[in-house]
């Protein structure tokens, strides 16, 4: 089992960058694939990105791609999401979430997740 803690959320304007962390308790961290979704209000939580064990393998939704950018420190039990050039449609709760398998049919899928963290809200305003 595994315990996600999000932070690095924030208010900020459109073309800004922001760093989100999540931070995974336990020592087999690098057994799980780790996922970053959102949520905004009204709408259903969406896939941003996915890395795999090692982070040699990502994915990312087209909507975010080339802007965001998710990484690994299996070292310090800690997954990244860089989002740069931030848009006011970027507005949204960010979870990070844990599987153990990287099932390509599945590691876009929020229902496919074992374990998730509680959120932490990012604002771009226009």
């Known amino acids: 089992q595994v315990q996600l803690v999000e932070s690095g959320g924030g208010l900020v304007q459109a073309g800004s960058s922001l760093r989100l962390s999540c931070a995974a308790s336990?020592?087999?961290?690098?057994?799980?694939?780790m996922g970053w979704f959102r949520q905004a209000p009204g709408k259903e939580r969406e896939f941003v990105a996915v890395t795999s064990w090692s982070g040699g393998t990502t994915y990312y939704a087209d909507s975010v791609k080339g802007r965001f950018t998710i990484s690994r420190d299996n070292a310090k039990n800690t997954v990244y999401l860089q989002m740069n050039s931030l848009k006011p449609e970027d507005t949204a709760v960010y979870y990070c979430?844990?599987?153990?398998?990287?099932?390509?049919?599945?590691?876009?899928?929020?229902?496919?997740?074992?374990?998730w963290g509680q959120g932490t809200q990012v604002t771009v305003s226009s």
């Open positions: 979430a844990a599987r153990q398998t990287f099932t390509i049919t599945k590691i876009r899928s929020s229902y496919e997740y074992d374990y």
């Open positions: 336990g020592n087999t961290f690098s057994s799980y694939v």
